[in-house]
């Protein structure tokens, strides 16, 4: 097909030539008259198309973790670190990466604005992103300003409610410090940040049916996952809105390939009929344009014998440009989705989810997420969500085996996940504290830490004047904060040093006082090593 093609190319390249040299004296706008169904993409493209450097314009944060310069296979690193799942050719896109005259590649992923933040989940392919980056190559982010605005219904087992223009524009400014931050710490080529509301915006319906519609088969788009299971749901089903969203999604692919020679697409595995999607649309709409390119330049031909210069001049600039579109050669892989070893949901806790902003989850408790992880995931969340080489995590992981009470696996993968993050700074400042925790000391802890420290530990509120006049009984007190079930289990904590006030064991003869508050807010009392509780005095 590809041979077909070049070959293809040559003899329509000979037709155009007869007509190109009029492109000089012609404008930009083409004859709606006689071009109708391929306007739509023209008008588009003069607006999108961007140079390389324009494509990569964005800068990067300073580097957060040091980084090697050695640059990595993307596929060999994708294998070893478990995050290839699926993959459309993967010998074809082995070799297109390969390809030094054409290096960098561009890949992309694409993450809709339904929130002002983004979870953990969406962490593994911005991890694909930064090795992406690391294998040389140019990350593509792309904001979902347009898709978000109807809803992706792949994993949802009913109907999203719509967001506003406001709310969704709103949530890409702020999702895109997360991008900016991972990413640049990351050395290699200038990531780029897209916003597919920039194209989808601007399209009619008639267009979208007449144009992409066409190349989309409802029997195939029936057989998707996620549309199949709401289409038996007769309580759920799906709405039309949710059902296009594969159109969406798929132009999305086209319009980046057309302009910007973006040619992989990576994602959860979840996207991947998506993805295909994609990559069929490209083949249809290139092989159609590479087939319009005679009938075009005969048009122009024949629009140049009869007088028509600026016409003549459009259509065989429009030829030409038709088949000068890229190879119709696009490749799409996806990761695994992620899974705890017990069967429960990954990124979830008691709380709540976990977030990769501090506004919904604090650097803290992010670090503490990483540090409870189970003996079984350590090695796993290792490879996928730090940045660690094969040698440090294989190092690690005899560690691990060898003496799993040092939970040193479990330190590191708490260190490096949230510095990447949070950054190195705030990654050393939840590491102290969780020690501090952990051994009582927290009386050097400023107070945001320490909020952030008890912020899922019991509380209770108390009037300061008790404390004015020492007149608070620690025997009941324990009782009122439930660390002791009753005042006689109350007076044994005491009598045996069970009991600690700030990290210091007090006796059963200790008054509370105002010296006893941190920042003149707080107390914290512990019994035996792991049961807190934090009194708050007003």
């Given at each position: 097909m590809r041979e077909w093609s070049y070959a293809f190319r040559f003899q329509i390249s000979r037709s155009i030539?007869?007509?190109?040299?009029?492109?000089?004296?012609?404008?930009?706008?083409?004859?709606?008259?006689?071009?109708?169904?391929?306007?739509?993409?023209?008008?588009?493209?003069?607006?999108?198309?961007?140079?390389?450097?324009?494509?990569?314009?964005?800068?990067?944060?300073?580097?957060?973790?040091?980084?090697?310069?050695?640059?990595?296979?993307?596929?060999?690193?994708?294998?070893?670190?478990?995050?290839?799942?699926?993959?459309?050719?993967?010998?074809?896109?082995?070799?297109?990466?390969?390809?030094?005259?054409?290096?960098?590649?561009?890949?992309?992923?694409?993450?809709?604005?339904?929130?002002?933040?983004?979870?953990?989940?969406?962490?593994?392919?911005?991890?694909?992103?930064?090795?992406?980056?690391?294998?040389?190559?140019?990350?593509?982010?792309?904001?979902?300003?347009?898709?978000?605005?109807?809803?992706?219904?792949?994993?949802?087992?009913?109907?999203?409610?719509?967001?506003?223009?406001?709310?969704?524009?709103?949530?890409?400014?702020?999702?895109?410090?997360?991008?900016?931050?991972?990413?640049?710490?990351?050395?290699?080529?200038?990531?780029?940040?897209?916003?597919?509301?920039?194209?989808?915006?601007?399209?009619?319906?008639?267009?979208?049916?007449?144009?992409?519609?066409?190349?989309?088969?409802?029997?195939?788009?029936?057989?998707?996952?996620?549309?199949?299971?709401?289409?038996?749901?007769?309580?759920?089903?799906?709405?039309?809105?949710?059902?296009?969203?594969?159109?969406?999604?798929?132009?999305?692919?086209?319009?980046?390939?057309?302009?910007?020679?973006?040619?992989?697409?990576?994602?959860?595995?979840?996207?991947?009929?998506?993805?295909?999607?994609?990559?069929?649309?490209?083949?249809?709409?290139?092989?159609?344009?590479?087939?319009?390119?005679?009938?075009?330049?005969?048009?122009?031909?024949?629009?140049?014998a009869a007088g028509q210069i600026e016409l003549a001049a459009s259509l065989a600039k429009q030829a030409a440009m038709y088949a000068a579109s890229p190879e119709p050669e696009s490749f799409g892989l996806t990761a695994p989705l992620v899974t705890k070893s017990d069967g429960s949901k990954f990124g979830k806790t008691e709380t709540g989810a976990i977030w990769l902003t501090r506004e919904r989850t604090s650097p803290y408790a992010y670090y503490q997420f990483w540090l409870n992880a189970s003996d079984d995931d350590v090695i796993k969340f290792l490879k996928i969500f730090t940045l660690l080489t094969k040698d440090e995590v294989d190092e690690l992981e005899r560690g691990h085996v060898d003496n799993p009470g040092a939970r040193e696996a479990h330190k590191k993968l708490a260190q490096c996940a949230t510095a990447i993050i949070h950054g190195k700074k705030e990654a050393e400042q939840a590491e102290n504290a969780s020690k501090a925790l952990f051994s009582g000391d927290i009386v050097s802890l400023p107070k945001a830490l320490l909020e952030d420290v008890f912020a899922n530990i019991p509380s209770s509120d108390h009037s300061k004047a008790d404390l004015e006049n020492q007149s608070v009984d620690l025997v009941e007190l324990l009782v009122e904060t439930k660390l002791a079930q009753s005042k006689r289990q109350a007076r044994e904590f005491l009598a045996n040093g069970s009991v600690s006030i700030n990290g210091s064991k007090i006796t059963p003869e200790t008054k509370l006082a105002l010296e006893h508050l941190l920042h003149d807010e707080i107390i914290a009392i512990r019994r035996g090593k792991k049961a807190w509780h934090l009194t708050r005095w007003n």
């Amino acid at each position: 097909m590809r041979e077909w093609s070049y070959a293809f190319r040559f003899q329509i390249s000979r037709s155009i030539a007869v007509t190109a040299p009029l492109v000089q004296n012609s404008g930009d706008v083409l004859s709606k008259k006689t071009t109708p169904s391929r306007s739509w993409l023209v008008k588009k493209r003069s607006s999108l198309v961007r140079s390389p450097m324009d494509l990569s314009a964005r800068s990067s944060k300073p580097i957060l973790v040091p980084m090697t310069q050695q640059k990595i296979d993307f596929i060999e690193e994708l294998e070893w670190r478990g995050l290839l799942h699926q993959c459309t050719d993967e010998d074809g896109l082995r070799k297109y990466l390969a390809d030094p005259e054409r290096a960098p590649r561009k890949v992309y992923a694409g993450f809709d604005p339904t929130a002002d933040s983004l979870t953990i989940g969406n962490l593994v392919p911005i991890m694909l992103l930064a090795h992406v980056k690391r294998a040389g190559h140019v990350p593509v982010v792309l904001m979902g300003g347009g898709t978000g605005l109807i809803g992706d219904p792949s994993g949802k087992s009913a109907e999203r409610s719509l967001i506003t223009d406001q709310t969704v524009e709103a949530n890409v400014h702020a999702q895109q410090p997360i991008f900016e931050i991972v990413l640049g710490c990351v050395e290699g080529p200038k990531h780029c940040v897209v916003n597919n509301v920039d194209w989808l915006g601007g399209l009619g319906y008639i267009e979208v049916l007449r144009n992409i519609g066409k190349h989309f088969s409802v029997n195939m788009m029936m057989q998707k996952e996620s549309v199949k299971e709401r289409l038996h749901n007769r309580e759920q089903g799906i709405s039309y809105t949710e059902f296009s969203y594969m159109i969406l999604q798929a132009y999305d692919f086209w319009k980046l390939f057309y302009d910007d020679q973006v040619a992989v697409q990576v994602g959860g595995s979840d996207q991947y009929g998506n993805i295909i999607a994609g990559i069929d649309l490209i083949r249809r709409i290139s092989f159609d344009l590479i087939k319009s390119v005679p009938m075009l330049a005969a048009e122009a031909q024949a629009a140049a014998a009869a007088g028509q210069i600026e016409l003549a001049a459009s259509l065989a600039k429009q030829a030409a440009m038709y088949a000068a579109s890229p190879e119709p050669e696009s490749f799409g892989l996806t990761a695994p989705l992620v899974t705890k070893s017990d069967g429960s949901k990954f990124g979830k806790t008691e709380t709540g989810a976990i977030w990769l902003t501090r506004e919904r989850t604090s650097p803290y408790a992010y670090y503490q997420f990483w540090l409870n992880a189970s003996d079984d995931d350590v090695i796993k969340f290792l490879k996928i969500f730090t940045l660690l080489t094969k040698d440090e995590v294989d190092e690690l992981e005899r560690g691990h085996v060898d003496n799993p009470g040092a939970r040193e696996a479990h330190k590191k993968l708490a260190q490096c996940a949230t510095a990447i993050i949070h950054g190195k700074k705030e990654a050393e400042q939840a590491e102290n504290a969780s020690k501090a925790l952990f051994s009582g000391d927290i009386v050097s802890l400023p107070k945001a830490l320490l909020e952030d420290v008890f912020a899922n530990i019991p509380s209770s509120d108390h009037s300061k004047a008790d404390l004015e006049n020492q007149s608070v009984d620690l025997v009941e007190l324990l009782v009122e904060t439930k660390l002791a079930q009753s005042k006689r289990q109350a007076r044994e904590f005491l009598a045996n040093g069970s009991v600690s006030i700030n990290g210091s064991k007090i006796t059963p003869e200790t008054k509370l006082a105002l010296e006893h508050l941190l920042h003149d807010e707080i107390i914290a009392i512990r019994r035996g090593k792991k049961a807190w509780h934090l009194t708050r005095w007003n």
